[in-house]
């Protein structure tokens, strides 16, 4: 299993331009999300999806879009890039359940994203 | 609204002592998650140990254990006889129920094993 996979690695973006995190997981999770960390504020989640064409909006969603068509992918779009939007961006998932179940969360190695 | 609170930004500790961390939590749900992570300086997010707020003992896993008391909302994690490799970002996070899987984390503490 390759686990949560995330591309590119870094990314240097010019203020307005547009781009599109990847991210996939071979876990048949359902769950999937996208968190932002930034120094001091731990991380924030973005965006999440409960299943294929199921998405909603977490704490921090403003300037980001999701769209999941399958299982296996969940991609963070940046519609205008803004220097407010330089973070590291984690996408994770997990199977969907009950908060008593001992399943964690399996995070990618994170996308390290600035916007000039 | 959940809340997590880590009110140690940084902590430096002597090699093979044991480390407390702390993580004060509030919710208004019966039933949840707490877990704990490690972030090494390398980036990548390490599950460390979950505690259910039902679970009546005490979560272990090796080193680490959590120390869960649900009246006082806490749930510290102990690294006994810490090692060098322990040097990381350490976030406490907590999961709600009824299929509602985001982690609502806190702001971490850094710490530092000296050797």
């Known amino acids: 299993n390759a686990g949560v996979t995330q591309t590119p690695k870094f990314q240097v973006l010019k203020t307005g331009q547009s781009m599109t995190l990847q991210c996939a997981q071979d876990m048949n999770h359902e769950y999937m999300s996208w968190y932002r960390q930034d120094p001091g504020m731990g991380l924030r989640l973005i965006h999440y999806s409960v299943g294929a064409g199921i998405t909603d909006q977490g704490e921090v969603p403003n300037g980001y879009n999701v769209s999941r068509s399958t299982t296996e992918d969940f991609p963070l779009r940046l519609l205008s890039a803004a220097p407010s939007q330089t973070s590291v961006y984690f996408c994770?998932?997990?199977?969907?359940?009950?908060?008593?179940?001992?399943?964690?969360?399996?995070f990618g190695p994170g996308t390290r994203l600035t916007v000039t | 609204a959940q809340k997590i609170t880590q009110t140690q930004p940084g902590m430096f500790v002597q090699e093979k002592e044991a480390v407390t961390l702390d993580c004060t939590y509030d919710?208004?749900?019966?039933?949840?998650?707490l877990f704990w992570y490690k972030q090494p300086s390398s980036g990548e997010m390490i599950f460390l140990i979950y505690q259910g707020s039902y679970d009546e003992q005490n979560a272990t896993e090796g080193r680490y254990s959590l120390n869960f008391q649900k009246a006082r909302k806490s749930a510290n994690l102990v690294i006994s006889a810490s090692q060098l490799g322990d040097s990381a970002m350490y976030f406490c996070a907590m999961r709600a129920d009824f299929g509602n899987e985001k982690l609502t984390f806190g702001t971490g503490t850094r710490l530092t094993i000296i050797p």
């Open positions: 919710t208004s749900d019966q039933s949840y998650g």
């Open positions: 994770a998932s997990s199977y969907l359940g009950r908060a008593q179940a001992s399943y964690e969360q399996y």
